[in-house]
């Protein structure tokens, strides 16, 4: 069993920057991945972006890509997502996950955060 928990979630103005931290617990070695993903309300989950444990490879959604950055610190089995250039259209409920295989899919993440809440006003 792997555990997640979620935090830096807040309220931000356009244009500003939020890190989000994901800290595992459990069997984290028996995981290659771990992926973030949002929730806005009325919608779908949609994919954020992952990255492995291992070499520190990363995938980000199109949407996100050139503004927001994973990276992983295995020394706190923690992994961050740092946000920037923040938009409205960015809020939503932030999860992390935890897979044995990097992937933008829901169905390939074994493990879930609770979730962290992510306001961008205009």
């Known amino acids: 069993q792997v555990q997640l928990v979620e935090s830096g979630g807040g309220l931000v103005q356009a244009g500003g920057s939020l890190r989000l931290s994901c800290a595992a617990s459990?069997?984290?070695?028996?995981?290659?991945?771990m992926g973030w993903f949002r929730q806005a309300p009325g919608k779908e989950r949609e994919f954020v972006g992952w990255?492995?444990?291992?070499?520190?490879?990363?995938s980000y959604a199109d949407s996100v890509k050139g503004r927001f950055t994973i990276s992983r610190d295995n020394a706190k089995n923690t992994v961050y997502l740092q946000m920037n250039s923040l938009k409205p259209e960015d809020t939503a409920v932030y999860y992390c996950?935890?897979?044995?295989?990097?992937?933008?899919?829901?169905?390939?993440?074994?493990?879930w955060g609770q979730g962290t809440q992510v306001t961008v006003s205009s």
């Open positions: 990255i492995s444990w291992i070499g520190g490879r990363t």
């Open positions: 996950a935890a897979g044995y295989s990097g992937s933008r899919y829901l169905s390939s993440y074994d493990y």
């Open positions: 459990g069997r984290t070695s028996s995981t290659y991945a």
